[in-house]
């Protein structure tokens, strides 16, 4: 019933637009009432920007599902994420300096599945196991678990947290504002900003749940999307003839 009012609210919004210029051509009328481009929502495009911003952030920590999308900076560097996660775990890919590689985390398992070019050490050290080509072509295409004591562990599990993602990203920086109503992916949203952008921007959806759409970080530090807010996915381990344990520490890479 929702999705249908919606669909309604936004067919009839040229109409209206349309019978009043019609008004004011065939009637000689100096004006017409603006339309309000928040009939129809969910009502948060009126709020102050500090308020939008805080029921994006409610209405993201409310379910166990979304996919994030798009480029992180960190560290000096640029990742590319195309991710699904949820609370207890999350699957997708990442890229970085030209290399992609895919993670997989359940519960407290985290994989790791990459070609024998991600494994091979970079410097060729010949003393490094990461370097060895036999090695790296047993790990080619193969789920490796990755030890919880090893250091890329809590670096790799970070692009597969819901949670830590999510609060690390969903806040703009400086003095918020909002910066008028827009549209992603065919739906309606309101935009608020961060020191006039530099700060970051975010869209918010104004159709159903203040959802995050899209966040373009402060100091162009990578643009995301968001979407599936609340879709579930399965997570499975990845099975044995598929998965590589290297013992309590990965390869140098």
Known sequence: ?????????????????????????????????????????????KLAADKIQAKAQAAAGEVDAVRLSGTVVA???????????KSDGATGSVTA???????????????LKADA??????DGKSDDVGSDTAAAGKL?????????G????????GFTDKDLLLDSVLTLHGSLDRDGHHEQAGVRTIRITGDGGSGGTLDVSLEGK????????AGGAGTLTFSAWGKDFTLEEPAKDETVDYGKQLPTS
Not at 97 to 111: P, Q, S
Not at 140 to 148: G, L, S
Not at 210 to 217: A, K, N, Q, T
């Open 210 to 217: 203040p959802y995050p759409l899209r966040l373009e970080r």
């Open 150 to 157: 090893d250091p890329s562990y809590k670096k790799f599990s």
């Open 75 to 85: 560290g000096g560097k640029s990742y590319k994420l195309d991710m699904s996660l």
């Open 97 to 111: 300096g030209g290399t992609a590689f895919h993670l997989l985390r359940v519960d407290e398992e985290l994989y």
């Open 140 to 148: 080619d295409d193969k789920y490796v678990k990755v030890p919880t």
């Open 1 to 45: 019933m929702t999705a249908i009012a919606q669909g309604r609210t936004r067919r009839r919004a040229p109409l209206v637009s349309a019978m009043c210029a019609l008004a004011v051509t065939g009637l000689g009328l100096t004006g017409c009432a603006d339309e309000d481009p928040d009939a129809g929502t969910n009502g948060v495009g």
């Open 117 to 122: 070019a991600f494994w091979k050490h970079e």
